[in-house]
């Protein structure tokens, strides 16, 4: 099969590997989307620590080919997302609930082969079936989102709350219509790029500002309360 691999930092190229054997606790997916994430740039840069030779790809969604021999409960023709991030389960993070500050995280697509491929191993714990009438983008889309809606969690958004997004990128659009979701009136997201301002305010921010034009904060005097 055809693979996008980080060779090295620096080095990324398309190669033929051989397709990955499942194990007894492996999906075999044949891969139908894959996002390309900022990681994926940070990773090419040495900006993010991963382990070289490794095919990127943590974005992922595809129809499950092969289940392992101790797979019960997900048979081949069913579409999954992954969860990319494998955490230990014993580490002091892990154990306090915090399994994405894992202290021995393997990440597929960062640490093990990912979806830049035609197949891709998946542990079934790691796997989500998603149903077979979703568009498969929408499906490789479930990881940053997830990302996105455990800030959104995390922040304490409200009905009538005032939020804002630094960020016009994937991350920061979703987060801009999560916000609207979890009920906030006022979201005001800021980048620097007019394509991202506009599509922020399609898609629900109820003001941009550029910050090289002026302060975010200036811009929203009044408007913003900090917490
Ligand atoms: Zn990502
Ligand atoms: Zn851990």
Known sequence: MKAV?????????????????????????????????????????????????????????????EAGSAVRDIAPGARITGDPNISCGRCPQCQAGRVNLCRNLRAI??????????????????????PLTLDPVHGAFCEPLA????GVDLSGIKAGSTVAILGGGVIGLLTVQLARLAGATTVI?????????RLAEEVGATATVDPSAGD????????????
Do not use: M, W
């Open 216 to 227: 975010v904060v200036e811009a929203n005097a009044g408007t913003v309360g900090f917490v």
């Open 189 to 197: 997201l800021s980048t620097r790029q007019a394509t991202k301002r």
């Open 5 to 65: 691999r980080l060779e090295s930092v620096g080095n990324i190229s398309v190669r033929n590997v051989g397709i990955p054997e499942p194990g007894p606790d492996d999906l075999l997916v044949k891969v139908e989307a894959c996002g390309i994430c900022g990681t994926d740039r940070h990773l090419l840069h040495g900006e993010f620590p991963s382990t070289p030779p490794v095919t990127l790809g943590h974005e992922f969604c595809g129809i499950v080919v």
């Open 109 to 130: 697509g960062i640490h093990r082969d990912g979806g830049f491929a035609e197949y891709v191993l998946v542990p079934r714990k790691q796997a989500f079936e998603i």
């Open 147 to 150: 990302c996105c809606l455990h």
